[in-house]
């Protein structure tokens, strides 16, 4: 956990959202001490604060995390918003400690038919049972109402550059993409780059284990089991 702080803090300062001068962030109102990420969401949260505790924080630093993730099958011990979840919960960390605001993980919309547990053979009928749900639920073609793959994928993309115009509209010069679902990569990194050619916005993207060193990347074994226990253990068998 203070090796994902740190290297999103460290982040919040080099990206140039934040100077020296304007880096004294808010104190929080919770009685907790904010020792846990969960405790401090209303204080870092966009859709939890009210209007003055949003201005104060962006004039102190106008820097946006944007966490996403999908929902998406993990084994029968971790919660099924695993990628979203871990992405929100180092993004709360790195705004508490580094300033800015943390916007909502935009849970729907991402490719629901490639690069995902429900859609690959042969997980995707274990799945199913294990859902209680018919195993053609999850057959491809089925799954999205007739859209294509690229269709699909084109869709996704739109969705982010709404959600990235949006949150320029509320004031922020810089958002920071944080990817909880890897095979998201590819779609953050080409819609940041085109959004900040067009717009002039300051926007990067990181994955959780890009800010690592040595981590494996895997699919709701050690490492995501792992992240999730220090994130949000209570959401862990």
């Known amino acids: ?5 740190t290297s999103l803090v460290i982040f919040t300062f080099a990206f140039g959202a934040c100077t020296s001068e304007s880096t004294t962030v808010p104190p929080t109102t919770t009685s907790s001490g904010c020792e846990d990420a969960s405790a401090c969401s209303a204080d870092v949260c966009y859709e939890l604060m009210r209007p003055a505790q ?20 993990h084994g029968p011990h971790n919660p ?19 300033g800015g605001l943390v916007f909502p993980v ?35 073609h089925t799954t999205m109402g007739g859209r294509t793959v690229m269709q699909q994928a084109q869709f996704y993309q739109d969705l982010l550059y709404h959600v990235y115009h949006q949150i320029r509209s509320l004031g922020f010069d810089a958002i ?3 990817v909880g679902h890897g095979p998201l990569h590819e779609y953050a990194a080409l819609t940041t780059m085109v959004f900040e050619r067009a717009t002039g916005v300051r926007m990067d993207f990181a994955g959780l284990t890009d800010l690592v060193e040595g981590v494996k990347v895997d699919h709701g074994a050690r490492t995501e089991t792992a992240t999730m226990m220090t994130l949000r253990p209570d959401l862990v068998d």
């Open 106 to 140: 935009p849970w729907y919309g991402e490719h629901r038919e490639l690069h995902l547990a429900e859609a690959n053979e042969p997980v995707r009928d274990d799945v199913a049972r294990a859902m209680g749900l018919p195993p053609e639920n999850f057959r491809r």
């Open 80 to 98: 099924l918003g695993l990628d979203g979840l871990q992405a929100h919960e180092a993004s709360m960390l790195a705004a508490r400690q580094g």
């Open 54 to 73: 949003v201005v104060a924080r962006r004039q102190a630093c106008p820097l946006a995390y944007l966490p996403i993730g999908g929902i998406e099958w």
């Open 1 to 5: 956990k203070r090796i994902v702080t």
């Open 176 to 178: 920071f993409v944080i």
